[in-house]
């Protein structure tokens, strides 16, 4: 294999174009250190399944997010985020000693000890940590990678990247409140109480997979999004210009002024391509020369193409005869569009799901059903913002233009709908002419799966819709407590909304 | 991702899942290359008492000595025929939990995490008797699937923890009795002995699963089987690497040793765990095994 990084065959292709790249270390305990003494070429192959899982985000995410280059260390300095070791008593005091006058500048420091029956992330042993994670060996790439695939992730948004240390040790502790309060699935057998430190990866595993330990990415991307939503609403990323983004590709081959290039085009992710290898055959360069245009396939001919379009020519970027760089056009009144819109809406927006959970029931069983339910909601986590329940909510669809209020917020503005179907659904005026409609256009707009149907006493799903009696699945709650209800719900969203 | 489980801690271990096999080196390579493991004699246990039927004759009249002498030796004989093949277990928590928590208050977190003290793969006794002085191996198997491989043998087999005494109470043989056991003795007697083991359970289990308090470290379970010839090794279960869930080798096992079991587990035991036990001053730990050649792809370990 080439030493030069630029020839070797990784599956991550777009880290090798670009300056975008953190430097973080492992501390490798003394011990640990001499027993496992291929751990360097172990963290560069744990390296390239990083970047390929940023780059897989980078591809879709209209941010750029930065690739991770790791490297051991037997010492302690400030670009060292964990420490790995394998016996419960080591050597603390000078471990202490040696981390210092580092300690006041870290934003999390995780202690990571190998025992092999357990897996647990835990409070720490020594003030030092923000927390401790218990792991088998076998594990070790995984967690490795989920810490990590979080620091790019957190790097990526440009008011958490610009943050005070101080409010970046608090942002670590917020993503732990988050997989509490909306009780995430998560790997570990057990998670301590109240910690300083939670990686969102954590909960996109398929723990029933036992060797590859793959990350779910939408689920990953939806969690943060999210997380996001609910914690920073206000806000909001500024990419850096495009000149700049230009400046951190590896080579020189771009004309000084190429971001002039970018001027016409529309917001969102480009790649600016290049030939990249000299050796082509004759195969190769008839594939190529369409793609780059001019008479002749060279290292001077560029191209900006989308997503939709880098995507036709995997096999060519992987076998690196293609550079790609990616370059992210932000709108431009985006700022201000963000500003304007936190002023005229109290809730959460910032998109058009302002609402996570809408409700649709009739009067009849408001105090029975929906209330308790709703309040046992409250008791997961969620928010009286993140419900549309009518009664916390008056002053949103007050006026004669209420139903049509409504029906945008069960069509645009809330991620799920919680439809409780009743013997009066149809007949009520309220929910059979406003409601009902919207939601069946979104069933035949497939856009069914933001609804979940409930059930009560014992109504003819037919009265209701023959496709429902015929193709749905309908929770009868009638019997069911108002946590089990919520709890339901809950797992509904977390399930089929956030996972998807 | 349940696998790691294998190595907890025993409070937190799900209790009977899981068979210990201790061995020397040279026996586990056999076992795992041969993808097989043999009930052994009876009457070959290193336990002097396993031999001995342990019967008394409820008779006063001195002439009926020699019969018994008789029924002892016929018996006896039988004992040629039982086959055995044990394990070791995982402690009992319920019965070691005060101790284990009076233990762990003196311990840190991490060495509570890390001690393994009462799992059947760390009985030291066992890694110095059986495991030819911590050089050899233990092999871990789970229960549910190695009686599994016993079932597809066809072997027919009796199964339970051996139950731990200070002495042995015999069973009395009253005269009313004796007729029929002689006849027994006379026509066909493994056919006899498993008549008594299906009719009377007690029996079995005093005679086959059940030793001194000596022997009570060593945890043990086992399986018993009845063969009419009295081969060594004849009864065997096959295609055991179904049932086997991770091996753990001695503190002192060598290099070389180590390197070979790997290139034997690496042609089509992938999946297996390999670790090594380790005995700290107060605590026993697993370790993984920083080796070159466990998986392909090695290079990924880290």
Not at chain 1, 128 to 139: G, K, L, M, P, R
Not at chain 1, 485 to 494: E, G, R
Not at chain 2, 37 to 64: G, I, M, T
């Amino acid at each position: 294999m080439s030493k030069n990084r630029k020839n070797r065959k990784e599956p991550a292709y777009l880290r090798n174009f670009t300056r975008d790249v953190l430097q973080r270390k492992i501390w490798l305990e003394e011990s640990y250190a001499k027993e496992h003494s291929n751990t360097i070429d172990g963290l560069k192959v744990l390296t390239e399944t990083l970047n390929k899982y940023i780059q897989d985000l980078n591809l879709e995410i209209c941010r750029n997010i930065p690739y991770i280059s790791l490297k051991p260390t037997t010492g302690a300095d400030d670009a060292v985020r964990m420490f790995i070791r394998q016996q419960a008593q080591f050597d603390e005091p000078s471990f202490m000693l040696q981390i210092g006058e580092h300690y006041i500048g870290l934003t999390h420091f995780i202690d990571l000890f190998v025992s092999e029956g357990v897996f647990e992330l835990d409070h720490p042993s020594n003030e030092v940590f923000d927390a401790e994670i218990i792991f088998n060996s076998d594990y070790t790439r995984m967690v490795i990678i989920d810490i990590f695939l979080d620091v790019a992730m957190f790097n990526s948004y440009s008011f958490l990247r610009d943050a005070d240390t101080e409010e970046k040790q608090a942002f670590s502790k917020k993503k732990y409140e988050y997989f509490r309060s909306h009780h995430l699935s998560t790997c570990f057998d057990e998670v301590g109480e109240n910690l300083d430190y939670y990686s969102f990866a954590f909960s996109c595993h398929d723990i029933s997979e036992e060797t590859t330990f793959s990350i779910n990415l939408e689920k990953y991307r939806n969690i943060w999004e999210d997380f996001i939503h609910e914690y920073y609403p206000n806000s909001v990323h500024k990419e850096r210009p495009i000149e700049q983004q230009l400046k951190m590709r590896v080579d020189k081959h771009l004309p000084s002024d190429y971001h002039n290039e970018f001027d016409d085009k529309e917001p969102g992710i480009y790649f600016v391509l290049r030939l990249n290898r000299a050796d082509l055959s004759p195969d190769i360069h008839g594939q190529l020369l369409p793609i780059l245009g001019g008479k002749d396939v060279g290292f001077s001919n560029l191209k900006i193409v989308t997503k939709t379009e880098l995507s036709k020519y995997g096999k060519l970027l992987r076998e690196l005869y293609i550079s790609a760089f990616k370059v992210v056009k932000q709108e431009k009144d985006s700022i201000k569009s963000v500003a304007k819109n936190e002023e005229a809406k109290p809730q959460k927006s910032g998109n058009n799901h302002c609402y996570k959970i809408a409700v649709s029931f009739t009067s009849k069983y408001r105090e029975k059903y929906v209330e308790p339910f709703c309040n046992a909601l409250l008791k997961l986590g969620y928010s009286k913002d993140d419900i549309f329940y009518d009664n916390w909510h008056k002053v949103r669809f007050n006026g004669p233009n209420g139903g049509e209020i409504m029906q945008n917020i069960y069509k645009n503005d809330c991620r799920m709908i919680v439809v409780l179907l009743s013997p009066d659904y149809i007949e009520r005026r309220w929910t059979g002419i406003n409601e009902w409609p919207v939601i069946e256009g979104l069933i035949n707009s497939r856009q069914s799966d933001k609804i979940c149907l409930l059930s009560v006493d014992s109504v003819d799903l037919e009265s209701i819709s023959a496709y429902i009696k015929t193709y749905g699945i309908v929770e009868d709650v009638s019997n069911m407590r108002p946590d089990e209800i919520a709890k339901f719900i809950n797992d509904f969203y977390n399930d089929r909304i956030i996972s998807h | 991702m349940e696998k790691h489980k294998i190595w907890a801690p025993i409070d937190k271990v799900e209790q009977e899942k899981y068979l210990y096999h201790y061995t020397s080196f040279e026996n586990a390579l056999k076992i795992l290359y041969h993808n097989t493991l043999k009930f052994s004699k009876l009457s070959a246990s290193n336990d002097s008492f396993e031999r001995k039927p342990k019967v008394k004759l409820d008779c006063k009249d001195l002439k009926l000595h020699q019969i018994y002498s008789y029924i002892h030796d016929g018996l006896e004989k039988i004992r040629c025929n039982i086959r055995i093949l044990c394990f070791s277990t995982d402690a009992d928590y319920d019965k070691i939990k005060s101790q284990y928590v009076e233990m762990n208050s003196l311990f840190s977190k991490d060495m509570i995490r890390e001690n393994v003290l009462g799992r059947g793969f760390a009985l030291p006794r066992m890694w110095a008797q059986y495991a030819d002085n911590n050089h050899g191996v233990c092999l871990v198997f789970d229960k549910k699937k190695i009686e599994d491989c016993i079932k597809k043998c066809q072997i027919n087999f009796y199964g339970q923890n051996v139950e731990y005494k200070a002495y042995y109470q015999p069973i009395i043989i009253t005269e009313n009795q004796l007729d029929q056991i002689i006849k027994g003795i006379n026509t066909n007697p493994l056919d006899f002995v498993k008549q008594i083991s299906t009719s009377d359970f007690n029996y079995i289990v005093y005679n086959y699963f059940t030793k001194l308090d000596d022997w009570s470290s060593e945890n043990e379970f086992r399986y018993i089987t009845f063969s009419d010839s009295s081969i060594e090794g004849d009864v065997e279960i096959s295609s055991i690497s179904s049932a086997l869930c991770g091996i753990v080798i001695g503190e002192r096992m060598g290099d070389v040793e180590k390197y070979i079991l790997e290139l034997l587990l690496a042609d089509g035991f992938n999946e297996l765990q390999l670790k090594q036990i380790v005995f700290e001053d107060l605590t026993t730990r697993i370790k993984a095994i920083p080796c070159s050649s466990k998986k392909k792809g090695s290079a990924e370990y880290v």
